[in-house]
């Protein structure tokens, strides 16, 4: 009995740290895979101590977060079972729980390098002032969440020693801004005239202002995808300029999570929805099979050869 009380209070604490966001993370590994560098075992080991290191750091304030919005989750009907807002975490143990994780993820950045360390430093940093503060600032609040991913993407660069094309950073803010607005519309939909009392920023949006900003995103994440595939410079590091055949697959991608928005009433969490839309995940792993083809064989399609 005490054996079994330990082991769910143990599951408990590890749910509090969102173990299933993780996912976000892999955008930390981007820098791994366009810039050939997945065959090297020395560097596919730094990027995962990477992806460990921000995940931890985002773990420590996924654990603030809920410690902060403590009174509003436990009036959101998902929100609040999760392990502090329905008692099962002590908040000051939460509290202590995130320092600790804090210190273990920075550490881990800090055994990469100085400027990984910096990244996860600024992360964390940025991330606190949202949960404190910029959360209640319009459109900030959202713009926030997408230099998150940029940051996600720069860290594993700075780990493997890499540069990393600038049309990948530019596609990369689009998408997570792009995410970011259906998360908020999807909050707007489900909680309709409870939404400000839960996140008070909500009062600020509209649907009809949020699907706008959606579709300019959609629009300007395929074109900055776009034109990162077509790159000469890109083909020339990659030794391949057969990317642009991933692009149908990208839209594919995009029109699948608008049609999950709009007509399922989905997008509240990104995560969620690549965990259980088999579709999506189906595009996820053809993506990643036909990109990982491409540079590892270096295919040509304009020169026939490969």
Known sequence: MLASCGI?????????????????????LAALIFSRSFVDGELVFRALLA??????TASAIYLINDVMDFERDRLHPKKSKRPIASGLVKRQTAVVMSI???????GIG???NTKTLIVLALYGTMNLGYSIR?????????????????????AGAFAIEVHVSPWLLICTFFIALFLAFCKRRHELVSLGEEAANHRGILAEYSTPFIDKMISALASMTVMSYALYTIDP????????????ITLPIVLLGVFRYLYLVHQKQQGGSPTDIVLRDR??????????AIVVSCIYFKVHLWSGTT
Do not use: E
């Open 100 to 106: 600790f994780v804090a210190c273990v993820g920075l």
């Open 279 to 288: 579709s999506i995940q189906g595009i996820v792993i053809l993506y990643t």
């Open 233 to 244: 410079r890109v083909a020339l590091n990659l030794n391949t300029d057969a990317l642009i």
């Open 110 to 112: 800090w055994s990469l």
């Open 134 to 154: 910029l959360k209640h600032i319009v459109l900030l609040d959202v713009f926030i969440i997408a230099v998150g991913f940029l940051l996600r993407v720069t």
């Open 51 to 56: 992806f460990m290191g921000f995940s931890l």
């Open 8 to 28: 769910r209070r143990a599951m408990n604490h590890l749910r509090a740290l969102r173990p299933h966001q993780w996912v976000k993370n892999a955008f930390v």
